[in-house]
């Protein structure tokens, strides 16, 4: 069946270091993919997506590249910041209705 | 325009009674979505609504649990003889209905039980 991996947290980075969170997943037929971010007391909200292999999707700093090959789609950021510090969350879309979400990956950055 | 909304925003019941929370999705989205939230955990999917099709109750962790949606609109999640096992953020989220669309989150209520 459809499923997603993604790195277990918490992640502890200093401010200014690189980031990258990793996330597979598991799909029949082309998924879209998307990675959310929650950060702390609110509700989930989209980061960025792809909707086909290759594709990049990007917002805030953050990158993810669709790799069909290594079925994956892993997060980065070049310079993560304080307010960066929230829970992350890799998700798949297969169409039909359901969408795939991951256990989430807390991310804390430190002053 | 307006987002998701959910009330209350923090529920604390005793074990054993019954609770209701409801979700305000964006105006003109036909998808509504709810999930749990457990401290530390992941989102596990428990029911979604599709315009005037048949939900989805497949996430469904129990009969205690059931859910309704209005005139395509308001949905009401509620959960009977609540138990403690039951404690966690209940988030409900709104979609356009289309392939591969995004979903919107709203914040979120957080449910205790004692």
């Known amino acids: 069946g459809n499923s997603v991996t993604q790195m277990e947290g918490p992640v502890t980075l200093s401010e200014e270091a690189f980031l990258t969170i990793n996330c597979t997943y598991t799909?029949?037929?082309?998924?879209?993919l998307f990675w959310y971010v929650q950060y702390p007391g609110e509700g989930l909200q989209l980061l960025l997506k792809?909707?086909?292999?290759?594709d990049k999707g990007s917002n805030k700093g953050f990158e993810a590249t669709y790799r069909k090959e290594t079925t994956s789609f892993h997060l980065e950021k070049g310079s993560v910041q304080v307010s960066d510090s929230a829970v992350y969350f890799c998700?798949?879309?297969?169409?039909?209705?359901?969408?795939?979400f991951g256990a989430g990956t807390r991310l804390f950055v430190k002053a | 325009g307006a987002g998701v909304s959910q009330s209350p925003s923090n529920k604390v019941t005793e074990k054993g009674k019954d609770v209701e929370l409801r979700c305000d999705p964006i105006?003109?989205?036909?998808?509504l979505y709810w999930y749990r939230q457990s401290l530390g955990q992941g989102l596990e999917f428990l029911i979604y609504f599709q315009g005037n099709s048949a939900p989805d109750k497949s996430g469904l962790p129990s009969d205690r649990f059931s859910a309704e949606r209005t005139g395509g609109s308001v949905s009401t999640l509620t959960i009977q003889r609540t138990q403690q096992e039951d404690s966690a953020v209940y988030l409900c989220a709104s979609s356009l209905g289309i392939s591969g669309d995004t979903q919107y989150f709203g914040p979120g209520t957080r449910l205790t039980v004692l």
């Open positions: 998700a798949l879309y297969t169409g039909g209705f359901k969408t795939i």
């Open positions: 792809a909707t086909k292999a290759d």
């Open positions: 105006s003109g989205h036909t998808a």
């Open positions: 799909a029949t037929g082309y998924p879209s």
